[in-house]
């Protein structure tokens, strides 16, 4: 087992950061690699089940977010964040605590990220039921120096997990 490392996949709520992290998943595991996606939808329902999104709130939560894949990037996990993380200083975070990261911004036109609002929480914004949304009513700030860019308006999920590895191969992050 070789030492391990992050990928923080950032956007946008509804942007694709999930989709491509499955996808990416599935092409670590075939490189061999133990993966673990931490996606902030499901620690969301454990470490903070009933969320107020406060900047307390997701500063604590992305820390928490940070230190767990830390500790699995030193097991020689692969782990895979999806997570917005609104504010770099969460992402820079976990940048300083995981030797080997990098980070993937996942752009995609709010419109977009609108139209596929799945869980609602743009409807929720729009009808001043949420005050709290990433790129409406609160700050997204999208990485100045991602190591990756995927335009999920533009490109399939597989296409942008094989960019992705690329990435990750020619850091020397995986064999082969």
């Known amino acids: 087992m070789g030492p391990g490392f992050g990928v923080w996949i950032t956007g946008l709520p509804a942007s694709g950061k999930s989709t491509l992290a499955h996808a990416l998943a599935g092409e670590l595991a075939a490189a061999g690699c133990e993966t673990e996606i931490l996606d902030s ?17 997701r500063d604590a939560f992305y820390a928490a977010m940070a230190h767990v894949g830390e500790l699995l990037a030193r097991h020689g996990v692969a782990v895979v964040f999806a997570a917005t993380a609104n504010r770099r200083l969460h992402r820079d975070r ?69 960019r992705v590895m690329d990435v990750l191969r020619a850091r020397g992050y995986l064999s082969g």
């Open 94 to 162: 976990a940048r300083r605590r995981i030797e080997r990261f990098i980070e993937v911004f996942v752009d995609c036109p709010l419109e977009l990220c609108m139209s596929r609002d799945s869980k609602g929480i743009y409807r929720m914004a729009s009808a001043g039921r949420s005050t709290t949304v990433p790129g409406v009513q609160a700050t997204y700030e999208p990485p100045e120096r991602p190591e990756v860019v995927v335009r999920s308006d533009r490109e399939a999920p597989a296409a942008a997990a094989r």
């Open 41 to 57: 939808d499901a620690l969301r329902q454990v470490l903070t089940p009933n969320p107020t999104y406060s900047d307390d709130e």
